[in-house]
Nanobody
C-alpha cells in the first residue's frame, strides 16, 4: 500500500520560513504529478503549488514568489519551501501525488494526512 506522510509543519512568526516534506512509501513504480494543497478553517481546500514529472510548476497567486515546490525523485519526496509567511497562510497543508504502482497501469491519486502550519502575527 502507498502512503504519503507530511512533516515540517508548526508555529512560525510572520515573515518566517518553513519547509514541508512529503515522503511517499510503499510499492511505487513511478510518481507523476505532485502537489500541495491547504485548507483553512471554514474554507475550501485550495491548490498551493503543483509540479509535473517534467518539471513544470504552477502556484496559487497568493504564494507566487514566496513558496517553492520541488521534488527529490531518489527519495520519493516532495518539498514546499515557504518564505515570508503571513497569517493568512495558516492552514492544514496536504500533499498529493499521482502514483503508478506497476507499469502499464493507471496512476492513482494519493493524499497525505496533512500537517498544520500556523503563522502568528
Amino acid at each position: 500500500q502507498v502512503q504519503l506522510v507530511e512533516s515540517g509543519g508548526g508555529l512560525v512568526q510572520h515573515g518566517g520560513s518553513l519547509r514541508l516534506s512529503c515522503a511517499a512509501s510503499g510499492r511505487i513504480f513511478s510518481i507523476n504529478r505532485v502537489g500541495w494543497y491547504r485548507q483553512a478553517p471554514g474554507k475550501q481546500r485550495e491548490l498551493v503549488a503543483g509540479l509535473s514529472s517534467s518539471g513544470s510548476t504552477n502556484y496559487a497567486d497568493s504564494v507566487k514568489g514566496r513558496f517553492t515546490i520541488s521534488r527529490d525523485n531518489t527519495k520519493n519526496t516532495v518539498y514546499l519551501q515557504m518564505n515570508s509567511l503571513k497569517a493568512e497562510d495558516t492552514a492544514v497543508y496536504y500533499c498529493n501525488a499521482d502514483i503508478q504502482i506497476r507499469s502499464f497501469t493507471a496512476a492513482v491519486l494519493y493524499w497525505g494526512q496533512g500537517t498544520q502550519v500556523t503563522v502568528s502575527s
